[in-house]
């Protein structure tokens, strides 16, 4: 694969976001949404789970070729220390390692944050994304059978997880992004396509 950069998402991003996730939703079950949402409100995706979460985007060759973010799992306050990922790769650039090259920066970003566990939801069957978390010691965690209809069929569900902090007693408050160095997070993203 050429070099390729990754670099925080912004609202800008968002068409060229929506032209990789679109056959996420129209091709496949792999999302659960049945309709494309609009740039606006995918613009309004971005700027909401940006301003707590990581959210980046990888280039190559001024093309943006996958992007990576994380939200909260769960809202009661006791999950604060949770959160669930989401990757989306255009399609061309599946099954050349970037995936997990996206897993690992989003977990070095969550860890400045203060979270503990990294869950991640897969539509199954879906090799790829089995094998990506097996290979990074995710746990299967629960097999959620018939768990949602699309593409004309029921569909099961696998929850991953992975703990990837001390679980300590008195644990400081989860940490928003925003308050994270930006210059912090743009070294992580930097060194990450190294």
């Known amino acids: 694969m050429n070099a390729f950069r990754f670099?925080?998402?912004?609202?800008?991003?968002?068409?060229?976001?929506?032209?990789?996730?679109?056959?996420?939703?129209?091709?496949?079950?792999i999302s659960f949404e049945y309709e494309v949402p609009s740039e606006e409100?995918?613009?309004?995706?971005?700027?909401?789970?940006a301003a707590e979460y990581p959210y980046f985007v990888c280039e190559m060759n001024g093309q943006?070729?996958?992007?990576?973010?994380?939200?909260?799992?769960?809202?009661?306050?006791?999950?604060?220390?949770?959160?669930?990922?989401?990757?989306?790769?255009?399609q061309g650039f599946t099954g050349k390692g970037l995936g997990k090259k996206m897993c690992?920066?989003?977990?070095?970003?969550l860890r400045l944050q203060g979270i503990?566990?990294?869950?991640?939801?897969?539509t199954i069957p879906n090799e790829r994304s089995v094998h990506l978390h097996q290979s990074m010691e995710f746990s299967t965690e629960g097999i959620f059978q018939q768990a949602g209809y699309k593409c004309g069929k029921w569909q099961t569900i696998a929850w991953?997880?992975?703990?990837?902090?001390?679980y300590t007693n008195e644990p400081a408050p989860f940490l928003p992004i925003s308050r994270i160095a930006p210059q912090l997070i743009d070294e992580i993203l930097e060194k990450s396509c190294l």
């Open 7 to 29: 670099r925080r998402a912004t609202e800008d991003d968002a068409a060229q976001l929506l032209t990789i996730y679109a056959p996420y939703v129209v091709d496949s079950a």
């Open 104 to 109: 690992q920066t989003l977990i070095e970003l």
């Open 160 to 166: 991953f997880r992975k703990n990837i902090a001390p």
């Open 116 to 122: 503990r566990n990294v869950f991640s939801c897969v």
């Open 41 to 49: 409100d995918f613009k309004q995706r971005i700027r909401s789970i």
């Open 64 to 90: 943006i070729i996958g992007y990576a973010y994380a939200h909260r799992h769960m809202e009661r306050a006791a999950y604060q220390w949770n959160a669930e990922i989401s990757i989306y790769i255009r």
